[in-house]
Each structure stands twice: as C-alpha cells, then as structure tokens.
C-alpha cells in the first residue's frame, strides 16, 4: 500500500501541495474530501473487530497519539457519545486522511484563483452487518452510479438517491468546473475561514466546518506522525 508518486524533478518537477500549491494548477477547480470512517475497510479482518475493549483500544492509539491521547480520545468521546471502543479507533484512526483532505483543500484556496470544493462522504453501508461503514472507496460506486453491482455498498433503498445525486455532481464538475446542479444543496467553495463541505448521504446536506472539534484536537498533531 505504499506506492506512491515521485518528486525526481522532470516528470513532477515539484510536489502538487508541498509546501504550496503548484502555481500551474492555480487555475484548475478541485474537488477534495474523503470518506468518513476510512479505515473501517482496512480494519475490517481484525480478529478483534466489535470486540475491542477500552483497554485495547488505548493500547493501539498510544502508538500513533503519544502523550496526546487522553485529550484526543476524550474529545472524541464527546462528539460521539454513542460510539463503542472499536467506532472510536476507527474514528480516530480515519482522521489522517481528512487532515489530509483539508491540508489540501486549504493550500488550494490560497493558492487561487480557481475554487475548491470539499466533500465528506458519511453513507453508511449495511453490508455484513455495517461492518466497512462508510469506509474508504466505497464512495466510487456512488460517483460512477453502479451500486447494483458492488456488493460491499449494501442493499439500502436508498442507495440509488445518493448514486444518482453524486455522479450528477462530478459530471457537472467535469462538465463546467462547477459540482452545483439541482440534486444536491448549494455548494459553496472552501477556504480556511469558511469550512463549506457537502456531506454526502441521504439527505446531501451542506455544513460549515463539520466536526470541528474533532479537527481542532490534532491542531500541532504532524500529519505524517
């Protein structure tokens, strides 16, 4: 899982978004976000999936929090008062690619002139039980309006409503650089003092600043700890 495009300075001169982003891109919209529970697709082998106690869940993010991790484990107990130790270790082990997203989104914005749009995808799945959540790609059969034909996206009625409005929404992006059509709420363009993200579920509803006390909790955090 580590492949990974290379700065070797000819092909890509430079990185996209570090330290900023690319000058020659300053004039391509972007969409960016990520799925909710990311890790809920990586994890889902785990011996110890559903079971995991509060102890053992400590024991895994010690690793990764350090001597942050009573004040980023208790806000997130906060903000989820319903979650289960294994809900949490996904929650908190998903934020790397958000933090990622909005690293990007931001750098993007001030980079200008041409708008970012951010997404967060929150459709659950209920396959096998909810297991993989809304777990890393499972948004991609949504995009593409195949969901009859992945399994993994599970069985909802539903399903078909968010299919049809998400392949609406990137076909009017690649169409006119622009995600709004009439499927979805307005969509407005992100930047560090104003968080629009669309949430993708049913209903596609528009947030400012989701979950921001969750963001706030990694501020100081190295994305690449």
Known sequence: MQLAPVVDGHYLPSHPFEPVAAPTAADVPL?????RDEN????ATDPRRRRLTEEELRQRLAPVLGD???SILGVYKRSRPKATPWDLLIGITSERERRTAIQLAERKAAGGPAPVYMYLFAYESNFLGSLFKAGHGLEIAFVFDNTDD???????PDRHDLAAAMSTTWAAFARNGDPNNPKIPKWE???????A??????PCRAEVDPAW?????WKGMPLRR
Request: aromatic share 10%.
């Open 68 to 70: 942050r991790l009573e």
């Open 189 to 195: 363009s992100y930047s560090a003092n104003h968080r």
């Open 213 to 217: 006390e969750e963001r706030e909790a």
């Open 31 to 35: 969409i960016v976000g990520c799925n």
């Open 197 to 202: 993200t669309m949430i993708f579920d049913v």
């Open 150 to 156: 992945v399994p993994w996206v599970g069985d909802r």
């Open 40 to 43: 809920a697709t990586f994890v």
